[in-house]
């Protein structure tokens, strides 16, 4: 029988996190290095990532950082390319960049602000994936873990539905896209749906919102926000050895949201 420790250990593992700088990115990578693995954390603007790298210092495992906008192609190749140079390989990667809502209604939304969010959520997702996957191939093993929303499967009350949702939802089809083309290769891929997280703009949204942040509260059974230390937990073992039979599927962590 396989040890469980051995099970969830990342030791020796190259993970890479994009979005690193804030929120649940700089949450997921410290817990990852806290897990064994070194780290390789993105973001648009590499002064951004100096608190996330000295986290994952304290860890005791190596960080990388590197500026990189995961809607330009030629970036998110430079990424990858430096990370090989360095590394020599990638076995995680944790695809949590992404744009934040535009609460609009649907007549009210410029195609502008709809291409935005699209361009980052779904096709940054997506090169970030395809490049990362072109490495992973050869060496017929790897994780990928994109982060969706449970805007990906519902449509959350008390805001404008939209160009997030529809996005989300492509991040969870697309998950079962390259779970289906990767396997061969023994490269799993996930999705995860995190409900209302208690991150730094959903704070910021409810401080000024107190009547929906009250709404919101009623309709998660908890009858509280996810803590982020939770969410960062949940990653660092999907990311491990316990989920190998695992690809395709997309895990719903909300307090009970979507239950109702």
Request: glycine fraction near 8%.
């Given at each position: 029988m396989a040890d469980f420790h051995q099970l969830i250990s990342l030791e020796g593992k190259v993970a890479v996190v994009t979005g690193a700088s804030k929120g649940l990115g700089a949450a997921f990578a410290p817990m990852l290095a806290q897990a064994g693995s070194d780290i390789v954390i993105l973001c648009r603007h590499k002064k951004y990532l100096d608190e996330t790298a000295r986290a994952v210092h304290r860890a005791g495992r190596k960080a990388l950082a590197i500026e990189c906008d995961i809607t330009r192609e030629s970036q998110v190749q430079g990424m990858v390319k430096q990370v090989i140079g360095e590394f020599g390989k990638i076995d995680i990667l944790i695809n949590n960049a992404g744009t934040e809502r535009i609460n609009r209604a649907?007549?009210?939304?410029?195609?502008?602000?709809?291409?935005?969010?699209?361009?980052?959520?779904?096709?940054?997702?997506?090169?970030?994936?395809?490049?990362?996957?072109?490495?992973?191939?050869?060496?017929?093993?790897?994780?990928?873990?994109?982060?969706?929303?449970?805007?990906?499967?519902?449509?959350?009350?008390?805001?404008?539905?939209?160009?997030?949702?529809?996005?989300?939802?492509?991040?969870?089809?697309?998950?079962?896209?390259?779970?289906?083309?990767?396997?061969?290769?023994?490269?799993?891929?996930?999705?995860?749906?995190?409900?209302?997280?208690?991150?730094?703009?959903n704070r910021k949204w409810f401080e000024k919102n107190p009547e929906i942040y009250s709404n919101v509260i009623d309709m998660i059974p908890l009858k509280r926000l996810g803590a982020i230390e939770e969410l960062s937990g949940f990653i660092a073992c999907l990311a491990s050895d316990v989920t190998n039979y695992m690809t395709g599927s997309t895990i719903v962590i909300d307090g009970g949201y979507t239950a109702w």
């Amino acid at each position: 029988m396989a040890d469980f420790h051995q099970l969830i250990s990342l030791e020796g593992k190259v993970a890479v996190v994009t979005g690193a700088s804030k929120g649940l990115g700089a949450a997921f990578a410290p817990m990852l290095a806290q897990a064994g693995s070194d780290i390789v954390i993105l973001c648009r603007h590499k002064k951004y990532l100096d608190e996330t790298a000295r986290a994952v210092h304290r860890a005791g495992r190596k960080a990388l950082a590197i500026e990189c906008d995961i809607t330009r192609e030629s970036q998110v190749q430079g990424m990858v390319k430096q990370v090989i140079g360095e590394f020599g390989k990638i076995d995680i990667l944790i695809n949590n960049a992404g744009t934040e809502r535009i609460n609009r209604a649907p007549e009210e939304t410029s195609l502008e602000d709809w291409t935005s969010v699209m361009h980052t959520n779904v096709d940054g997702t997506f090169l970030c994936a395809r490049e990362v996957g072109k490495v992973m191939v050869p060496r017929r093993k790897g994780k990928i873990i994109n982060i969706a929303s449970i805007s990906g499967q519902v449509i959350n009350k008390y805001f404008h539905g939209g160009s997030y949702d529809v996005s989300k939802s492509a991040v969870v089809a697309l998950t079962k896209a390259l779970a289906v083309e990767w396997a061969p290769y023994n490269i799993t891929v996930l999705a995860v749906s995190p409900g209302y997280y208690d991150t730094d703009p959903n704070r910021k949204w409810f401080e000024k919102n107190p009547e929906i942040y009250s709404n919101v509260i009623d309709m998660i059974p908890l009858k509280r926000l996810g803590a982020i230390e939770e969410l960062s937990g949940f990653i660092a073992c999907l990311a491990s050895d316990v989920t190998n039979y695992m690809t395709g599927s997309t895990i719903v962590i909300d307090g009970g949201y979507t239950a109702w």
